[in-house]
């Protein structure tokens, strides 16, 4: 390795970010780089529109940081506007189903759009290189199209069920939308034909001449909230204006030796500690990789962190949470104590049955300079509303919040929605060793538990830890995917867990890591997200 390595799910954004290592950039120019070609070429995963969060270890500037960009309810929201439309609750806990769809797609699912100025400042702060060099990729990717990948393909066409608006709702329900993403036949692409998206490489070239502050306080801020305005939405001037990125220091937690440094509330950081200081008290080893036994352990302490994490996480700002307890080691070893006396775990649920969309990405980044960097960033659920003629789609965030009044998710204005995004790094000794996040939903906190155990447990590399069969369990069914065998399931059902089979070998969560060894650094890009790993 001579520069550094990327891994992200997307190769167009993979190949972007390793060319700016090439060209000189450090970690943080390369990350940045990778997630504006993501927000082409994986339009409704990500976008500048969105939201996210990133974990930056820079050791020669003397930084470790985490810069924390979750969207915000606007200021006109209120607590109770819609306590009489509720249908459901997804079954994984990570969103509500309302009449209407009024909170998930459509303007009234849009909170503040994050992400194009975390990517600024983070830029201006730690990187090397401006943006306008870097938006050079994804603005030929938007001009001259890309090819529409399987994953991209999977998303636009999924129907989930349970009361969740149909994927292509997203895409296709608004005429700006239409215009971009359905062909004259009015079909969808498929996989290997190209889209172009002529506006956006407009906007990204009135971005990277007027500078970011155009977006939220000039020429294309006048153009969003005239749409907002027009389409009754709740986005304004002043809440464009009042968006800034929030800065704190890692959080942290201890695991067989290895020191681990993730992110704060409203991210899902505090779910991986809890998680692994429970597991610590078992010999997973010795219990065997995804045995029945290790299944069922694994799966209560997900389950005890699920009710945990709804019960008692959310914005700070706005939620008192027992941060103390959550990641105690003491709180742990009782939790630990149950799972061993057989006690299963329940998790209530508002249920409707419906699951979530995973619409998010990550992107993992380490350089020659010792420099690491760990972004998860999203659309959250994507409201499927563009703005005519600029070209990008806005988060849906708002499906997150908790409609009923008086919960730890609440509606309020200003509030950020608690997500499971977890940018993570593990440590040897003052060493990093592992870089690891990913996107899906609820799953994402589940996924990075699975291939931390893989890697410090079971001694796989990172392709290996990223690519193992895995599970999910934030609900009272233990969720598989297709490549556990029959044998296991059979046997955790006899006794008596719900066990549901995914037809997908590869899924809960899109897991993408870096893992350092003597010889340098080995990648991993899971292998259901279309991505890679790739050194220069």
């Known amino acids: 390795m001579t520069h550094g390595i990327v891994s992200a799910p997307q190769p167009e954004a993979v190949e972007a970010g390793t060319e700016t290592l090439e060209m000189g950039g450090n970690a943080i120019d390369a990350a940045i780089a990778t997630a504006l070609v993501q927000t082409v070429v994986d339009p409704q995963m990500c976008g500048i529109a969105g939201f996210g969060s990133m974990q930056l270890y820079l050791p020669e500037a003397g930084v470790h940081t985490c810069l924390d960009f979750h969207g915000r309810a606007p200021a006109g929201v209120t607590p109770d506007m819609w306590q009489n439309c509720i249908l459901g609750e997804a079954e994984d806990g990570f969103g509500f189903i309302l009449e209407g ?62 009361g969740r608006a149909p994927h292509r709702d997203r895409v296709a329900k608004y005429l700006a939308a239409q215009r971009i993403y359905l062909k004259d036949d009015g079909n969808l692409r498929k996989p290997g034909e190209i889209l172009k998206n002529p506006d956006l490489a407009a906007t990204y070239r009135l971005i990277a001449a007027e500078g970011v502050d155009c977006f939220y306080q000039g020429t294309i801020a006048e153009r969003i909230i005239t749409d907002m305005e027009a389409n009754k939405g709740y986005l304004t001037h002043e809440d464009l204006k009042s968006v800034a990125v929030d800065e704190a220091a890692p959080l942290w937690g201890e695991y067989r030796g290895h ?22 008290n078992f010999d997973l080893a010795a219990i065997g990789h995804n045995s029945p036994d290790y299944i069922a352990t694994v799966s209560e302490a997900m389950k005890i962190a699920t009710v945990d994490k709804d019960q008692s996480v959310g914005d700070p700002n706005f939620v008192d949470i027992p941060m103390e307890r959550l990641t105690s080691k003491a709180y742990a070893a009782e939790m630990a104590a149950r799972i061993r006396s057989g006690v299963k775990t329940t998790v209530p649920r508002l249920n409707s049955g419906a699951k979530e969309s995973k619409d998010t990405t990550h992107i993992s980044v380490a350089d020659e300079y010792g420099n690491c960097v760990a972004m998860t960033h999203s659309l959250g ?156």
């Open 101 to 162: 769809h009024v909170n998930d797609v459509g303007y009234g699912a849009i909170t503040t759009p994050m992400s194009l100025k975390a990517y600024d400042e983070a830029l201006k702060r730690f990187g090397t290189m401006n943006l306008n060099d870097l938006m050079k990729p994804a603005i030929g990717y938007a001009e001259d199209g890309f090819m529409v990948r399987p994953h991209v393909s999977y998303f636009w066409n999924l129907v989930e069920g349970g």
């Open 259 to 280: 020191r681990i440094a993730t992110n704060n509330p409203p991210g899902g950081g505090v779910m991986i500690l809890e998680m692994l200081n429970i597991l610590e």
């Open 381 to 536: 659920m994507p409201s499927g509303i563009v703005t005519p003629g600029l070209g990008f789609m806005y988060n849906g965030c708002m499906s997150v919040f908790d409609p009923r009044p008086g919960n730890t998710g609440s509606i309020a204005p200003g509030k950020s929605r608690f997500t499971a995004m977890a940018p993570t790094i593990l440590f040897k000794g003052d060493e990093p060793f592992f870089v690891v996040g990913a996107p899906g939903g609820t799953f994402i906190t589940m996924g990075v538990l699975q291939a931390i155990l893989n890697v410090v447990d079971f001694g796989m590399n990172a392709q290996e830890a990223v690519s193992a069969p895995r599970f999910c369990t934030t609900s009272d069914t233990i969720d598989i995917t297709n490549r556990i065998t029959r044998r296991t399931e059979n046997t955790l059902k006899s006794r008596g867990y719900p066990v549901r089979r995914s037809p997908l070998g590869y899924h809960f969560a899109g897991v993408h890591a870096l893992r350092k060894t003597i010889a340098g650094w080995d990648g991993g890009a899971d292998p259901a997200r279309d991505g890679v790993a790739l050194s220069v």
